[in-house]
């Protein structure tokens, strides 16, 4: 009967020579725990793979960035630590790294054949699942017991090659940092293999909890989103029409959209054209990513169909460290953690229905130019804390039944820039014949996998690739992507209003 009793995995043994680190609080938590994230660059050129790994070995030998090679391991009271290798070698390397070689060009590939490409129409395209079958190699962790349980370190890199093309996977654990942190990351890989090793940034040590200084300052109940916090019976009624949404509209998928240049600055003309007309002042500034995050919301509110009267509690994450963090800011300092936090909108569906993109974008902008203010992040800093002890969940903002609908703009990453040119030993498309230039993106696609039920109408902004063209992806029921796809006709003028 003793197999009744099977015991689960072991952790690996302790090293003595190992550096233990403490994780730092604001990147230990139940989310970020549960989430794994693969970000895939597609390169229209054949990188080496000799100059990848050696290139990031290189890294791994800097002080701070040799950091990132440390193990992931769960003190006995339940919080994350790391266990820093006092080297780096063949046994215990500071990265995994994996090449699959495919003696064919990537349209001869059934599945890489079916991987995004920039259009000239806004379009719906493929599934994110086909981007994880044919880039992520076997060994490729998913889930953070792929940590605890094993001596593997933080990064796994996956290289596809193929004879006129490369797809560049990086993976991490969501404990380890965010967008912004990855982009530095990226920016000091790159630096490496481009022989610019002067150009690395300084690697900032965050500390255990680099939040810690903004907890005291204001309190929690002067954030302005303080009178929308769900607690008690409207947290139980919140939780409960999430769960409703899940059993009745069964089944999700992330899927990628493309929208050129052109349409998005159609639309951000018409919106500046609108708020100056209906005002005596001039326009208040919008980016292209507001614009395109309002038309999104519509667009999704339109193929969800919610009540009218229902609430829209819009997340719009932001990154903290110009304005709460400015010593780690400076473009020659790399900060490696989840330095974010979420601007609200509130919205009714029906607002969202009847008024113009430019309300929704000016409501976006409104509430993140007041919610990324020092004393707002320091009130949102501390209400977290204040919550921390009685639950290991982020809190809520809305009403009972309120829809959430959350975005993440990795456009300032600059993702479609980053320079492997000096990794590139054959061009697959004459840099002639494309916008992207050599050893540069035409594509960048993020996918995650996540524990427990699927979160969703959730998803980034990627960015803008060199010929101006809008990515962005989202998980959003599966019935709802038919009215998606009908928006983006609409927009390209396939179809009338």
């Given at each position: 009967?003793?197999?009744?009793?099977k015991?689960?995995?072991?952790?690996?043994?302790?090293?003595p020579?190992?550096?233990v680190?403490?994780?730092?609080?604001?990147?230990?938590?139940r989310?970020?725990?549960?989430?794994?994230?693969?970000?895939?660059?597609?390169?229209?050129?054949?990188?080496?793979p000799?100059v990848?790994?050696?290139?990031?070995?290189r890294?791994l030998?800097?002080?701070?960035?040799?950091?990132?090679?440390?193990?992931?391991?769960?003190?006995?009271?339940?919080?994350?630590e790391?266990?820093?290798?006092a080297?780096?070698?063949?046994e215990?390397?500071?990265?995994?790294?994996?090449?699959?070689?495919?003696?064919?060009?990537?349209?001869?590939h059934?599945?890489?054949?079916r991987?995004?490409?920039?259009?000239?129409q806004?379009?719906?395209?493929?599934?994110?699942?086909?981007v994880?079958?044919?880039?992520?190699?076997?060994?490729?962790?998913?889930d953070?017991?792929d940590?605890?349980?094993?001596d593997?370190p933080?990064?796994a890199?996956?290289?596809?090659?193929?004879?006129?093309?490369?797809?560049?996977?990086?993976?991490?654990?969501h404990?380890?940092?965010d967008?912004?942190?990855?982009?530095?990351?990226?920016?000091?890989w790159?630096s490496?293999?481009?022989g610019?090793?002067?150009?690395v940034?300084?690697?900032?040590?965050?500390?255990?909890?680099?939040?810690?200084q903004?907890?005291?300052?204001t309190?929690a109940?002067?954030?302005?989103?303080?009178?929308?916090?769900?607690?008690g019976?409207?947290?139980?009624?919140?939780?409960?029409?999430?769960?409703?949404?899940?059993?009745?509209y069964?089944?999700?998928?992330?899927?990628?959209?493309c929208?050129?240049?052109?349409?998005?600055?159609?639309?951000?003309?018409?919106?500046l054209?609108?708020?100056?007309?209906?005002?005596?002042?001039?326009?208040?500034?919008?980016?292209?990513?507001?614009?395109?995050?309002?038309?999104?919301?519509?667009t999704l509110?339109?193929?969800?169909?919610?009540?009218?009267?229902?609430?829209?509690s819009?997340?719009?994450?932001?990154?903290?460290?110009s304005?709460?963090?400015?010593?780690s800011?400076?473009?020659?300092t790399?900060?490696?953690t989840?330095?974010?936090l979420?601007?609200?909108?509130?919205?009714?569906?029906?607002?969202?229905?009847?008024?113009?993109?430019?309300?929704?974008?000016?409501?976006?902008?409104?509430?993140?130019?007041?919610?990324?203010?020092?004393p707002?992040?320091e009130?949102?800093f501390?209400l977290?804390?204040?919550?921390?002890?009685?639950?290991a969940?982020?809190?809520?903002?809305?009403?009972?039944n309120?829809?959430?609908?959350?975005?993440?703009?990795w456009?300032?990453g600059?993702?479609?820039?980053?320079?492997?040119?000096?990794?590139?030993?054959k061009?697959?498309i004459?840099p002639?014949?494309?916008?992207n230039?050599?050893?540069?993106?035409?594509?960048?696609?993020p996918t995650?996998?996540?524990?427990?039920?699927?979160?969703r109408?959730?998803?980034?902004?990627?960015?803008?690739?060199a010929?101006?063209?809008?990515?962005?992806?989202?998980?959003v029921?599966?019935?709802?992507?038919?009215?998606?796809?009908?928006?983006?006709?609409?927009?390209?003028g396939k179809?009338?209003?």
């Amino acid at each position: 009967m003793g197999f009744l009793w099977k015991r689960g995995p072991s952790p690996p043994k302790k090293i003595p020579t190992d550096t233990v680190l403490p994780m730092p609080a604001w990147d230990d938590q139940r989310r970020m725990r549960h989430c794994c994230l693969h970000v895939t660059s597609r390169f229209d050129d054949v990188l080496s793979p000799e100059v990848l790994r050696q290139s990031l070995e290189r890294l791994l030998q800097i002080d701070g960035w040799r950091t990132l090679g440390a193990r992931l391991r769960m003190r006995d009271d339940g919080k994350l630590e790391y266990h820093l290798p006092a080297q780096y070698d063949a046994e215990r390397p500071g990265f995994g790294f994996a090449v699959i070689k495919h003696a064919m060009c990537i349209k001869e590939h059934p599945l890489a054949a079916r991987l995004p490409q920039a259009t000239t129409q806004p379009s719906l395209l493929s599934d994110t699942a086909d981007v994880s079958s044919i880039c992520l190699g076997p060994d490729c962790p998913r889930d953070i017991d792929d940590w605890l349980y094993s001596d593997r370190p933080q990064l796994a890199i996956d290289v596809v090659l193929f004879d006129d093309a490369t797809l560049l996977t990086v993976t991490f654990l969501h404990t380890l940092t965010d967008a912004m942190g990855l982009s530095s990351f990226m920016k000091a890989w790159t630096s490496i293999i481009n022989g610019r090793e002067d150009q690395v940034p300084a690697f900032h040590s965050v500390g255990e909890d680099p939040m810690a200084q903004f907890t005291e300052k204001t309190p929690a109940k002067a954030s302005v989103n303080f009178p929308f916090l769900l607690t008690g019976i409207r947290l139980f009624s919140f939780i409960l029409s999430y769960v409703f949404e899940l059993l009745w509209y069964r089944g999700h998928n992330e899927r990628v959209i493309c929208i050129p240049g052109q349409y998005i600055d159609g639309l951000r003309n018409q919106a500046l054209h609108d708020l100056s007309r209906d005002s005596q002042h001039p326009a208040p500034f919008l980016s292209e990513s507001d614009i395109l995050l309002a038309w999104w919301t519509k667009t999704l509110i339109k193929s969800l169909n919610p009540s009218p009267g229902r609430l829209i509690s819009l997340l719009n994450v932001f990154d903290i460290r110009s304005t709460a963090l400015p010593q780690s800011s400076s473009p020659n300092t790399a900060l490696i953690t989840n330095a974010a936090l979420v601007s609200i909108t509130f919205l009714r569906v029906r607002q969202i229905l009847n008024k113009p993109v430019s309300f929704i974008a000016s409501a976006i902008r409104t509430s993140l130019t007041q919610q990324r203010t020092l004393p707002q992040i320091e009130a949102s800093f501390a209400l977290q804390k204040s919550l921390s002890a009685k639950n290991a969940h982020p809190p809520m903002f809305g009403e009972a039944n309120s829809l959430l609908v959350c975005c993440t703009n990795w456009n300032r990453g600059r993702f479609f820039e980053v320079d492997f040119s000096a990794a590139v030993t054959k061009s697959g498309i004459p840099p002639t014949d494309r916008p992207n230039a050599l050893g540069r993106p035409s594509f960048v696609v993020p996918t995650q996998h996540s524990r427990g039920p699927g979160l969703r109408n959730i998803g980034p902004i990627i960015g803008k690739d060199a010929a101006g063209n809008w990515w962005l992806s989202s998980t959003v029921r599966t019935s709802a992507w038919a009215g998606i796809e009908r928006e983006l006709d609409i927009l390209g003028g396939k179809k009338n209003r």
